[in-house]
């Protein structure tokens, strides 16, 4: 192909809407299917998968293996990268939906324990696995489809699209589950799992029709791919994953105390009701389908730094007001709080991530890398349902509010470490950047 002129790269490719369309619906697929786990795991996992007895012991064996597809995410992101840097973002991103459907759908069909002991954990955790291999070699790869088709100075709003596939992942996710929480049977958990095979088949077609990166097919035609990519980005860019592990646990962590833990906090604790938390999880992920790119949008103007900074700023500070919001047991406080660290706080990281990571790395590494710093932050995250249950075990709600903050405060040190990559300069271009005031020339 010839080289993209400058107007292409200013004003994007002629597919960067579809692109963007494409991308988000694919991670919208891919996030229904990891987080409806995550709703199961809180609210049906314990007695269906566990041997009966404790309930608190039912539900931290329950959160252990939500845990167990996070150590997987590393993995796809690692096989992710090395494919859609060597040979294209596009055939990476068909196969990463495929194989989630499968296992999706899979776990729908699961046995209980009570039908054949256990045997079902053991399918149930196998299948989680392969979620969670899937998941990581898929993120990366539609972040940056989007992030190298869009326009030069729209990359921030751009990347935000397919961030808003989470929001609106969970949001179908807790709709259907929802839907069926009155259903006296096992098919209240397993039809959110079996009707994901409807949205795959979408999925893999609107996929399929979607273009290859510009960017890739540069360096491609130049003969510039790199063998190992992920060897190469954690030899010359190493501190640069570690950074992004970090500016991501801020984000992640809380997101998952959120919209996982806190579901099961809800019930167990007799502040509501389940249909409460899942209304409340509904509201905040409906209005992250603006918020998130809103907040890409705000970094193309003032950076990303700053931006990200102030999104792990309102993380550190709201650990302690969840809580008291939620203990106070009104629908309008829960809901509320749901919506300021959901919508707000985690929207705030999320709708900048996808530009502020890829600009972070190389063409030539750049899924390696972003992939691999945000899928390692994410399997230590995915532990974080579980770390909860065990801080309230031990300490109360207050134990799982100061980790809530806790992963705040390290996004906000991470962030003070981190370059900016969308400064004054790159925002506005060169002529714009060194415009020099009159009696100064």
């Known amino acids: 192909m010839p080289a993209r002129t400058q107007e292409e790269i200013e004003h994007g490719s002629p597919d960067r809407r579809r692109v963007a369309a494409g991308s988000a619906v694919g991670t919208t697929i891919e996030n229904y299917d990891f987080l409806a786990y995550g709703t199961a795991a809180a609210l049906y996992f314990g007695p269906a998968f566990f041997p009966a007895g404790n309930p608190v012991t039912g539900t931290l064996l329950s959160f252990a293996t939500l845990a167990a597809g996070f150590l997987m995410r590393p993995i796809g992101g690692m096989i992710g990268g090395h494919f859609g840097d060597r040979f294209g973002r596009k055939p990476v991103l068909v196969i990463a939906l495929f194989v989630m459907g499968f296992a999706t759908f899979a776990i729908g069909l699961l046995p209980t324990y009570q039908q054949v002991?256990?045997?079902?954990?053991?399918?149930?955790?196998?299948?989680?696995?392969?979620?969670?291999?899937?998941?990581?070699?898929?993120?990366?790869?539609?972040?940056?489809?989007?992030?190298?088709?869009?326009?030069?100075?729209?990359?921030?709003?751009?990347?935000?699209?397919?961030?808003?596939?989470?929001?609106?992942?969970l949001l179908l996710a807790n709709v259907v589950f929802l839907a069926t929480s009155g259903i006296q049977s096992s098919l209240a958990w397993r039809l959110p799992f079996l009707l994901s095979a409807v949205l795959i088949g979408v999925g893999i077609v609107i996929r399929l029709r979607v273009a290859e990166s510009p960017e890739f097919e540069e360096v491609a035609k130049r003969e510039e791919t790199v063998r190992?990519?992920?060897?190469?980005?954690?030899?010359?860019?190493g501190s640069t994953v570690v950074r992004v592990i970090g500016l991501r646990l801020a984000e992640t962590g809380a997101f998952y105390v959120t919209v996982t833990y806190?579901?099961?906090?809800?019930?167990?604790?007799?502040?509501?009701?389940?249909?409460?938390?899942?209304?409340?999880?509904?509201?905040?992920?409906?209005?992250?389908?603006?918020?998130?790119?809103?907040?890409?949008?705000?970094?193309?103007?003032?950076?990303?730094?700053?931006?990200?900074?102030?999104?792990?700023?309102l993380t550190a500070g709201f650990g302690f007001p969840l809580f008291l919001l939620v203990n106070s047991g009104a629908v309008v406080a829960i809901v509320l709080a749901v919506i300021?660290?959901?919508?707000?706080?985690?929207?705030?990281?999320?709708?900048?991530?996808?530009?502020?990571?890829?600009?972070?790395f190389d063409t030539r590494t750049r899924l390696s890398g972003a992939s691999l710093g945000y899928q390692l932050s994410a399997s230590i995250s995915g532990f974080f349902p579980l770390l909860a249950a065990s801080l309230a075990a031990g300490f109360g709600w207050a134990g799982v509010a100061a980790l809530f903050t806790g992963v705040g405060l390290i996004g906000l040190v991470t962030v003070a470490f981190t370059r900016e990559t969308w400064d004054r300069a790159r925002r506005h271009g060169p002529r714009e950047a060194v415009r020099v005031p009159a009696g100064l020339s």
Not at 228 to 237: K, Q
Not at 346 to 360: K, N, T
């Open 262 to 313: 806190l579901l099961s906090y809800l019930v167990s604790s007799g502040a509501t009701g389940r249909e409460t938390g899942l209304a409340a999880v509904i509201t905040a992920s409906a209005i992250g389908l603006v918020t998130t790119p809103a907040f890409g949008a705000l970094s193309d103007r003032f950076g990303r730094k700053p931006v990200y900074a102030a999104g792990c700023l």
């Open 117 to 169: 002991g256990l045997l079902a954990p053991a399918l149930l955790v196998t299948l989680r696995l392969v979620q969670g291999l899937a998941y990581g070699a898929e993120w990366g790869g539609a972040i940056l489809m989007t992030f190298e088709h869009a326009p030069r100075r729209r990359k921030g709003l751009f990347s935000a699209i397919p961030q808003a596939g989470v929001p609106l992942g």
């Open 340 to 360: 300021v660290a959901q919508a707000i706080a985690h929207d705030c990281l999320a709708g900048v991530q996808g530009s502020y990571f890829s600009e972070l």
């Open 228 to 237: 190992s990519p992920v060897l190469h980005v954690l030899r010359r860019d």
